[in-house]
């Protein structure tokens, strides 16, 4: 987990509002070490490891001055970051394999998109046209200058038109859409009679 810190830092730092070469950076290591696992020496069992030191190694070049601070005891510049994880290894005796593809990858990755165009050459590793759109249809994070644009419809899960239940909305009827009463009609009563007819007195004598 403290290694993989570095990439969070590489998002928002030399990264930031460049999603689409993000993704590349990663698509990139994991395609690059998938070739080099067929070199014999280099056939490893998991390339989790290597991926996160690839990162670790492209944050060392791209911060290089950055201070970093190991239990308080040890400090130097961002640079040697890879290869003073490479000597803690050795000294717990693992593998230094990982670190070796993970460093080999990173520096492909650095050199190609870095130095080499600084250095005047023609040959750049620019992000792929698909990786812009796969980013520009999910509509995640931000790319500057991305050439395609985001979609207006990214993270919608429903498209359409919607309606209000028991709404208060009115309609305008027709005189064929009005609903037919049979109605009898009330002969006219006068105002303020309550019975109309002929009276009889009760106990007549």
Do not use: C
């Not at 990663?26 to 056939?43: D, E, K, Q, T």
């Not at 419809?153 to 009463?181: D, I």
Request: aromatic share 14%; no cysteine; proline share 7%.
């Amino acid at each position: 987990m403290r290694r993989a810190k570095y990439g969070v830092s590489l998002e928002k730092g030399p990264f930031d509002k460049r999603t689409a070469d993000y993704v590349w950076m990663f698509i990139f290591g994991a395609m690059s070490l998938l070739v080099l696992s067929a070199v014999p020496y280099m056939r490893p069992y998991f390339l989790g490891s290597s991926l996160v030191f690839m990162i670790v190694y492209v944050w060392s070049r791209e911060l290089p001055n950055a201070r970093i601070n190991v239990y308080g005891l040890v400090h130097f510049k961002g640079f040697y970051l890879p290869y003073v994880m490479m000597a803690f290894d050795l000294l717990l005796g693992n593998s230094l394999r990982p670190a070796i593809r993970g460093i080999i990858v990173g520096h492909l990755y650095y050199f190609l998109t870095v130095l080499y165009p600084l250095a005047g050459g023609n040959f750049t590793l620019k992000t792929p046209l698909w990786v812009h759109k796969v980013v520009a249809y999910w509509g995640e994070g931000t790319q500057i200058n991305a050439p395609v644009q985001s979609s207006p419809y990214a993270g919608v899960v429903f498209q359409g038109r919607s309606y209000r239940l028991n709404g208060n909305t009115r309609r305008a009827t027709t005189p064929e859409q009005q609903p037919q009463t049979n109605t009898v009609p009330q002969p006219n009563q006068g105002e303020g009679v309550a019975f109309r007819g002929r009276s009889h007195r009760l106990d007549r004598s």
